[in-house]
C-alpha cells in the first residue's frame, strides 16, 4: 500500500519492555497508514498498545522500551532512524500531540500566552512578542473567550475544558501536518467533551491536518473517525472505514466491544460482556490472543495466529471465522441488527445513485 | 416503575452542603434539594463535575455535617444517630462503593483483611473459620476466586479490584448502597461485567442503589429512576426511559444530546443542543414541580404552564 496520499506509514513494529520480570511484548508487529487529511481512530482497551504506538511516533517511550524492529515512515523519512535532536525539532513542528490528561499536561508555573508561544520561538525562532501575537490569534480560534485578558494567566485559573483547549492551541500553533490526540476528551463533562470534539472537526478543516484519535470511547469514534483500527493485546485485529467497522464487523472482539456499550435503547437483564481479562504480554498466548475470551473460539485460534483476511478493499480483520473452510457462525443480536441496517443504507444509498442517474437504470433494467 | 407498592428507604428534604460558610469563597455545593429513593430501586444521580451529585452522596451516608435538611433513612433522621451503637447500625445498613478501585483498597492489606473489616467491626462473625467463610463466600459471590483471599490489591486488575470494593460493601449485608462512579476507572468490556454483577446482586438481595455517574448511557440502562443536577441544585427526576425519551428540562436536553452513540450514522446528524445557565439565577423562587405523573421538573410558577405545554406535546398528559 505504497500511497501517494499516506502522510505516516507504520510498517511491522515492535515493541518490548524490558522489566525485571522479563520482555512485556507491547506492540506486537503493527503495521498503520495514516492519509492526508483523514482522522484514524485506534480503539482498544488499556494496555492493547495504542498508546504505545503514538508514543513511539513521538519518540516518546520510556527508556525501558526496546523497539525489536519495524519503521516508521513520514513523508518517507525513518522516524526510528532519527536522533533525539532530530526528533526535537520534528515534535511540535511537524507532529504534534494532545495529551490526555489537561490537569497535568500544562506547566503551572508559566502563563498560558508563553506557553502557546513556546513552539513558535523554538521550532521558528520567532521573536517574543510576534510569537505572543499570533499565540493571542490562536487562542480566539480555539475558543478561548476574553483571550486579550486572559493570556497572562496561569493554567490554574482555567477549567478543564478550557485547560484542554490551550493544550489544543499549543497543539496546532504550529499547523502540524500529523496530529496525535490521546483521549483528548476523555478527562472532560459530556458537553465539553461535545465542545472539544467540533472544535476539533473545525480546526481540522481549516488547517488540513492528519489526526491519529486514541479513545476507548466508541461513541467518540463514531463521531470523530473516518477510518477505525481495533487494537487487542499489541496488535491490530480489524480496521476499516467507521462505517464498515460499525455496521459490519467481522472480528468477534469487535463484535464484544460493539455489545458491551449500552446505547440509550438498551433495556433487559444483563449486558453482553467480554468475559475474562486481556492476557498476560510478558508471555502471549500462541494463536489468537483474543481465543481465550471468544466465545466464538475455533481450535486452531489457540494454535496458529489468524493472518488478515480481506473483507473490502479498506477492511481486513484478523480471524479465522473468515477463512473459507470455518463454519458460519452467527455474530450476537446486536451485531445482526447493525448488519441489517447497514444492508438498508447501502439500498438507499445505491437508490439515491439511480434516482441521479436514471439512463444507467433503464439500461439495467434491459 | 411500580409507584402503587413503593415504599420509601430514603428520604432527603431540603438538603444543603455548604462549604466555607461565611468566607468569600463560599461553595453551595447542594442547594435545597429534595428527593426520595424507593426500596428495591436504582436512583441514577447525573450531572456534569461540580454539579454536586457526589457532595450529595457523601452527605446521605454521613461523611459530611450537613449545612441544613433532613435526611431520613428508613424513616429515621440521619442526623439523630449519636451514640456509636445508632451509628454502628446505620453504616452497616448503608453502604459505599467508591469510583476509584486503584486508591480505594489498602496496598498493605490482604483482601480477607479488607472484606472482613466490617464484619469485624460489627462482630457478625463466631470465630475466625465463621469469618473466613463469609469472606470465601463473598469473593465467590462477586465472581472471584477463594484462593485470591490472601493476597494484596496490587495483584489484580481494575475490574477485579473493583469487585473487591464491591465484596467488601457487601460483607455487612446493607440494604442501601451508594455507588459513586463504580465504573468510569474500569475498561468498557470489563464496565459490563461489573454492571451485570451489580443487577445480580440486587435481584438477589434486594438491595437499592444509588448509583451516581456521568455515562449517561450506563446510567440509563441501570437505573429505574433518574435526577439530573447541575450547580448544585436538581433539576429534573423521571423513571429513566421517560426522562431520556421525553426530557423536559431545558439542561437535559442539553445533556443528553450531547451523548456520543457508537452509531457513525447517528452522529453524521447529530445536533447539539446548547444550554444558557443563566437563566437558573434570575431570581426568581424555583422548585420541584410534578409536571406528569412521577416526572418533576424544578419551576417558577410562571413557567410551570410551559412545561405542562412541553409534557403535554410529548403526550405525558392528557388534557
Known amino acids: ?366 | 416503575m411500580d409507584y402503587e407498592n413503593a415504599e420509601k428507604i430514603l428520604e432527603v428534604k431540603h438538603l444543603k452542603q455548604y462549604f466555607n460558610v461565611g468566607k468569600a469563597d463560599e461553595v453551595r455545593a447542594v442547594d435545597n434539594i429534595s428527593f426520595d429513593i424507593y426500596r428495591g430501586e436504582t436512583f441514577g444521580l447525573v450531572g456534569e463535575s461540580g454539579s454536586g451529585k457526589t457532595t450529595t452522596g457523601r452527605a446521605i451516608i454521613h461523611l459530611y455535617e450537613p449545612t441544613s435538611g433532613e435526611i431520613l433513612f428508613d424513616g429515621k433522621n440521619v442526623d439523630s444517630f449519636t451514640s456509636k451503637q445508632d451509628q454502628h447500625d446505620f453504616r452497616q445498613e448503608m453502604q459505599m462503593i467508591f469510583q476509584d478501585p486503584y486508591a480505594s483498597l489498602n496496598p498493605r492489606m490482604k483482601v480477607k483483611d479488607i472484606v472482613a473489616e466490617g464484619i469485624d467491626i460489627n462482630h457478625l462473625a463466631k470465630d475466625d473459620a465463621d469469618r473466613t467463610k463469609q469472606v470465601e463466600d463473598l469473593l465467590e459471590t462477586v465472581g472471584l476466586n477463594k484462593d485470591h483471599s490472601s493476597r494484596y490489591p496490587h495483584e489484580f486488575s481494575g475490574g477485579q479490584r473493583q469487585r473487591i470494593g464491591i465484596a467488601r460493601a457487601l460483607a455487612v449485608n446493607p440494604k442501601f448502597v451508594i455507588a459513586d462512579e463504580p465504573i468510569s476507572a474500569l475498561d468498557v468490556s470489563i464496565q459490563a461485567q461489573v454492571v451485570n454483577l451489580m443487577k445480580k446482586l440486587q435481584r438477589e438481595q434486594g438491595l437499592t442503589y444509588l448509583f451516581i455517574a456521568h455515562d449517561l448511557s450506563m446510567v440509563k440502562y441501570i437505573s429505574d429512576r433518574i435526577g439530573v443536577m447541575h450547580y448544585g441544585r436538581m433539576l429534573e427526576i423521571a423513571d429513566a426511559d421517560e426522562i431520556y425519551a421525553h426530557p423536559l428540562h431545558d439542561y437535559t436536553k442539553s445533556l443528553l444530546s450531547a451523548v456520543p452513540v457508537p452509531d457513525p450514522e447517528f452522529e453524521r446528524t447529530r445536533e447539539e443542543i446548547a444550554y444558557d445557565g443563566s437563566g437558573e439565577n434570575d431570581g426568581k423562587e424555583r422548585r420541584l414541580v410534578e409536571i406528569a405523573p412521577h416526572h418533576w421538573v424544578r419551576a417558577a410558577d410562571d413557567e410551570v404552564a410551559m412545561y405542562k405545554q412541553r409534557a403535554q406535546e410529548a403526550s405525558l398528559i392528557k388534557e
Open chain 1, 1 to 366: 500500500m505504497d500511497n501517494e496520499k499516506d502522510i505516516l506509514e507504520v510498517r511491522n513494529l515492535q515493541v518490548n519492555f524490558k522489566t525485571y520480570a522479563g520482555d512485556v511484548k507491547a506492540i506486537r508487529n503493527v503495521n498503520l497508514d495514516l492519509r492526508k487529511g483523514e482522522t484514524l481512530a485506534i480503539v482498544g482497551e488499556s494496555g492493547s498498545g495504542k498508546s504505545v504506538t503514538t508514543r513511539t511516533i513521538m519518540g516518546l517511550n520510556a527508556t525501558n522500551a526496546d523497539i525489536v524492529s519495524g519503521s516508521i515512515l513520514f513523508k518517507g523519512q525513518d522516524l526510528l532512524k532519527k536522533s533525539e535532536k532530530e526528533m526535537q525539532a520534528i515534535r511540535g513542528q511537524d507532529i504534534a500531540e494532545i495529551f490526555q490528561d489537561p490537569m497535568t499536561s500544562l506547566d503551572p508555573t508559566m502563563k498560558i500566552g508563553r506557553q502557546i508561544a513556546e513552539p513558535l520561538m523554538v521550532h521558528k525562532g520567532m521573536k517574543k512578542e510576534k510569537a505572543l501575537a499570533q499565540a493571542l490569534e490562536m487562542m480566539k480560534l480555539v475558543g478561548i473567550t476574553d483571550a486579550e485578558n486572559r493570556i497572562n494567566d496561569y493554567p490554574h485559573q482555567f477549567s478543564g475544558g478550557m485547560r484542554q483547549r490551550i493544550v489544543i492551541a499549543i497543539a496546532l500553533i504550529n499547523y502540524p501536518e500529523v496530529l496525535i490526540a490521546d483521549e483528548p476528551t476523555t478527562a472532560l463533562d459530556v458537553t465539553i467533551q461535545a465542545q472539544i470534539l467540533n472544535l476539533m472537526k473545525e480546526l481540522q478543516d481549516k488547517i488540513s491536518t492528519s489526526i491519529i484519535f486514541i479513545t476507548h470511547d466508541l461513541g467518540v469514534v463514531a463521531g470523530m473517525a473516518d477510518r477505525v483500527a481495533v487494537m487487542y493485546a499489541g496488535k491490530i485485529v480489524e480496521y476499516g472505514t467507521v462505517d464498515e467497522i460499525f455496521y459490519n464487523p467481522k472480528h468477534p472482539y469487535t463484535w464484544g466491544l460493539l455489545s458491551s456499550m449500552p446505547t440509550l435503547d438498551s433495556s433487559g437483564d444483563s449486558l453482553p460482556s467480554i468475559p475474562g481479562t486481556p492476557p498476560d504480554l510478558l508471555d502471549p498466548p500462541t494463536g489468537d490472543a483474543f481465543a481465550a475470551r471468544n466465545a466464538y473460539a475455533l481450535k486452531i485460534d489457540t494454535e496458529k495466529e489468524p493472518p488478515f483476511f480481506k473483507v473490502s478493499d479498506t477492511h481486513y480483520a484478523a480471524t479465522w471465522l473468515l477463512h473459507p473452510d470455518a463454519p458460519k457462525v452467527t455474530p450476537p443480536a446486536q451485531i445482526v441488527e447493525r448488519q441489517k441496517k447497514y444492508a438498508k443504507m447501502q439500498k438507499d444509498w445505491l437508490a439515491a445513485q439511480k434516482a441521479s442517474t436514471p439512463i444507467e437504470e433503464e439500461e439495467e433494467q434491459q
